[in-house]
């Protein structure tokens, strides 16, 4: 079964400055991946995603994340935080197999944001 | 479209009592996720469906918890009796079965219920 690890628990950054959310997964082939964000009292919208392909991906709000399978790593950035961006940031990862449709969610990373 | 909505948004209970939260996915999303998220065990699925019927119910915490998918439109969760460390926010998500040139396996969130048991 698949799984993730976010190893920050809190992170504080100042505005302005760049940001990287660490994630690792563990999955016997190439997964499915995913950066989540959460704002107080909201669901989750989706920031990017992987599959295959250009292994550094563009998503929404000026994130991009890198696939690395030899660290088996899907590290999120950003090179100017707003203030907006103080949020919870999961990472996930999805079974590449048909049918399996499960996703596995880190436990999050909550980002503060100071002026 | 809409999004995924559920509701209530907030539901307050005393323990004992029949809670049932309720989703609508978006319309031609054949995948319907229940997940529990707590400060303690972070977002967990319950279980999911496809088109209407439950395919996998290993993250149901007991029987206490019940889900239902009458129609490809609606979804209820059901809880009883509650206990107080069932109160958790309750998220819904849907997404399409069907891999194409966007959002394969990219699961769509509802707003959450917020489910306090006192």
């Known amino acids: 079964a698949q799984s993730v690890t976010q190893p920050d628990i809190h992170i504080t950054v100042s505005e302005g400055a760049s940001l990287e959310l660490r994630c690792n997964y563990s999955?016997?082939?190439?997964?499915?991946l995913f950066w989540y964000v959460q704002s107080p009292g909201q669901g989750l919208q989706l920031l990017l995603k992987?599959?295959?392909?250009?292994?550094l991906v563009q998503g929404i709000k000026g994130f991009e994340a890198e696939f690395k399978r030899s660290q088996s790593s899907f590290n999120l950035r950003k090179p100017s935080v707003h203030w907006s961006d103080a949020a919870e940031y999961f990472c996930?990862?999805?079974?590449?197999?048909?049918?399996?449709?499960?996703?596995?969610f880190g436990a999050g990373t909550t980002v503060t944001v100071r002026a | 479209d809409a999004g995924v909505i559920q509701s209530p948004r907030h539901e307050v209970t005393e323990m004992g009592q029949e809670v049932t939260l309720r989703c609508k996915p978006i319309?031609?999303?054949?995948?319907l996720f229940w997940y529990r998220q707590t400060m303690m065990r972070g977002l967990e699925l319950l279980i999911y469906?496809?088109?209407?019927?439950?395919?996998?119910d290993s993250g149901m915490p007991e029987d206490r918890f019940s889900a239902k998918m009458p129609n490809a439109s609606f979804s209820t969760l059901k809880i009883q009796p509650s206990e107080p460390r069932d109160s958790a926010v309750y998220f819904c998500?849907?997404?399409?079965?069907?891999?194409?040139?966007?959002?394969?396996?990219?699961?769509?969130f509802g707003p959450g219920t917020r489910l306090t048991v006192l």
């Open positions: 992987y599959f295959s392909g250009d292994t």
């Open positions: 999955y016997g082939a190439t997964p499915y």
């Open positions: 319309s031609g999303h054949d995948y």
């Open positions: 998500a849907s997404r399409t079965g069907t891999s194409g040139s966007d959002s394969y396996n990219e699961q769509f």
């Open positions: 469906f496809n088109n209407n019927v439950p395919i996998d």
């Open positions: 996930a990862v999805g079974a590449n197999r048909r049918g399996d449709y499960k996703l596995s």
